[in-house]
């Protein structure tokens, strides 16, 4: 994607990302990810404290490869943007509405933001839709110059989506997802999902909530990486998933789940036994390809 997109886009710079399976070395993952968000800092400086509008990112990142940030990260990147007068932009697309357990990925987290993309979990993808929600502080800048945010798509604020959104919204309130997630589904896959983490082909298991993560490694004490170019093992892994009907992910080697908010607890276990197949049958496909 980025090949194709003519990067980098004029005017937006980019921090090293906290995660510390792949990049943290021999550091304990609280102070990586103090220096993580120390980055920001260094990078206001470079460019200029006045030059930059607003930081964005993911509280987890999902598509990334779910990197789940220490938990020192975000409450480090909200004193530098306070300090600095800098907008904080959470991107909950992915996190918002339950999936880590909370309402917002940023109240997992422990922070406040400015500004909120949102889109997928307003609708529970049933009907199209996205929306940015704003903080006093924005609202009252657009009001001030001018009474509001003069903006138009063909499709803003379609009524069909508008009401699916509503209704979804009131079945998460009314069924407590976010707090199903938090209190019992997400701790159960918590607890299984680690147990995935002992298989001699998994460097790392990590989960928040219902997203979760599993590092495919040759060599789980280091958490090395294949020697194979990135993909090839996460790839025999996938369709080994997709066989079987389970729909897990590969960012490269990481393996990646996100199940619906209202998965039970019987469907959890189906979901660990078939990943642990999967999980077998490519360690087999490694050895007998020779893949290093
Ligand atoms: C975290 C995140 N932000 C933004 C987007 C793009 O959202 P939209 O298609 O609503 O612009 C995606 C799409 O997958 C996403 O995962």
Redesign the pocket.
Same mark, same amino acid.
């Given at each position: 994607m980025h090949a194709q997109g003519g990067l980098p886009i004029p005017d937006i710079t980019h921090i090293n990302q906290p995660y510390w399976y792949g990049e943290g070395g021999d550091m304990d993952p609280a102070e990586f990810g103090l220096m993580r968000a120390r980055e920001l800092e260094a990078e206001i400086d470079r460019l200029g404290e006045d030059n930059v509008a607003a930081f964005i990112g993911?509280p987890i990142q !999902?598509?990334g490869g779910v990197v789940i940030p220490p938990k020192t990260y975000w409450p480090e990147i909200q004193r530098i943007c306070r300090e600095r007068n800098i907008l904080l932009i959470a991107?909950e697309?992915?996190c918002g509405f339950g999936r880590t357990g909370n309402w917002f990925g940023s109240q997992t987290f422990n922070f406040k933001p400015d500004l909120m993309?949102i889109?997928k979990g307003l609708s529970s993808g049933y009907l199209p839709i !996205?929306a940015v929600v704003v903080s006093e502080k924005v609202a009252k800048g657009f009001i001030e110059h001018g009474g509001e945010f003069y903006h138009g798509f063909t499709y803003s604020a379609h009524p069909a989506a508008c009401a699916a959104a509503l209704a979804n919204l009131e079945i998460i309130e009314n069924e407590r997802l976010p707090e199903r997630v938090a209190n019992d589904t997400g701790l159960y896959l918590a607890e299984k999902w680690k147990m995935l983490g002992e298989h001699p082909l998994v460097g790392e298991a990590r989960i928040c909530g219902l997203v979760g993560a599993l590092e495919l490694s040759p060599d789980k004490a280091h958490r090395a990486s294949f020697e194979a170019e990135r993909g090839t093992v996460g790839t025999i892994c996938r369709d080994h998933c997709f066989e079987s009907g389970l729909v897990m992910r590969h960012v490269g080697d990481s393996m990646i789940i996100s199940p619906p908010l209202v998965i039970t607890r019987s469907e959890v276990d189906e979901l660990i036994e078939k990943a642990h197949r999967a999980l077998d049958m490519t360690a087999a496909d490694v050895t007998a390809q020779g893949i290093k």
């Open positions: 993911e !999902g598509a991107d697309v992915i993309p889109a !996205g």
